[in-house]
């Protein structure tokens, strides 16, 4: 069987980061670079954070350092959940890695364009990076084979009542990828909030001695820190991983084809992700998106991804 190729576009990051950790050493995934977005921190901390992830698990994958910023709003970053760095916690060494010289836009449209429609997308940030290649290279949207985000919700949001993080960030961005025609899996928070990584799950992770398990565990005992004191929980939800594990087994999501809109108007509601669940408009649907997840099959491809580093 062929490799799955991906082009993880991200904004490291706690839950991030373990996305990259997942996807690093596993056999059925060809890695072929990684692309970093403003987010949870400034640009320049989510792309030193993406380094230090590849530095410290040994992963020969590039770097690409692409937008600083949304299309249109104001910046906006959640340094209130992953610290100053965006990714507090672990001590890394000395960072030797450096990003490649190729902005990340330039990067996806020439990669895309030179491919065979083979490579999927998983973004776990806000879309800029996606939605400017788009933007600049219309050509590039029948070359992706699937776009797998962590982001929206069918229900409510974590940061205002309608709207999720990634997508708030940039919802103008989000606009241009979901309206593209390309086809698209929506991991929302109605699925990553059930993944919560309570203690019992760091300890479980904690027991595999490699360096994975030693990133993992440091990660998630700071995330959990700030999760519990920002929203009372005592495990914080695992969100960007379910892309990854989504792919290497299929059968881990239950989706449900609905036509989606992102909500760029409104003050109340904007970066929403208008989920027409019932068919109320009768339009085509245009995403797959995720209604529920196999919780405990979830954690055992963590702990295997763990493993991998052995």
Not at 9 to 20: K, L, R, S, V
Not at 73 to 92: Q, Y
Request: aromatic share 6%; hydrophobic share 40%; proline share 7%.
């Amino acid at each position: 069987m062929e490799p799955i190729k991906i082009i993880q576009d991200c904004d490291p990051g706690h839950d991030d980061a373990i996305a990259i950790l997942l996807a690093g050493r596993n056999p059925r995934i060809q890695q072929l670079g990684i692309t970093v977005v403003a987010g949870n921190q400034t640009l320049d901390r989510t792309t030193v954070n993406a380094l230090n992830v590849c530095q410290y698990l040994g992963l020969d994958v590039p770097v690409y350092a692409g937008c600083d910023r949304p299309m249109i709003r104001d910046k906006v970053t959640a340094g209130d959940i992953h610290g100053k760095t965006g990714l507090d916690g672990p001590d890394f060494a000395p960072l030797t890695r450096q990003a490649e010289k190729k902005h990340a836009v330039s990067y996806l449209i020439d990669t895309l364009m030179a491919s065979d429609g083979d490579i999927m997308l998983l973004p776990t940030g806000p879309l800029t990076n996606i939605g400017m290649a788009m933007r600049l290279e219309p050509r590039i949207v029948p070359k992706i084979k699937r776009i797998v985000l962590m982001g929206g919700s069918f229900s409510y949001g974590n940061v205002s009542p309608a709207a999720e993080f990634n997508i708030m960030a940039d919802a103008d961005a989000a606009h241009v990828v979901f309206s593209s025609g390309c086809p698209i899996t929506m991991v929302g928070l109605d699925v990553t909030r059930k993944v919560l990584c309570l203690p019992s799950a760091v300890e479980r992770m904690a027991k595999i001695d490699n360096p994975a398990g030693r990133l993992f565990t440091d990660l998630m005992r700071f995330f959990n820190k700030t999760q519990k004191e920002v929203f009372g929980w005592e495990g914080g939800p695992l969100h960007d991983p379910v892309t990854i594990a989504s792919i290497l087994d299929p059968d881990l999501l239950k989706t449900q084809p609905m036509h989606t809109e992102i909500d760029i108007r409104s003050v109340q509601s904007y970066g929403r992700t208008n989920c027409d669940v019932f068919g109320y408009l009768k339009k085509e649907p245009n995403v797959d998106v995720a209604v529920d997840i196999d919780v405990p099959r979830f954690w055992d491809i963590i702990e295997q991804g763990i493993r991998n580093y052995a």
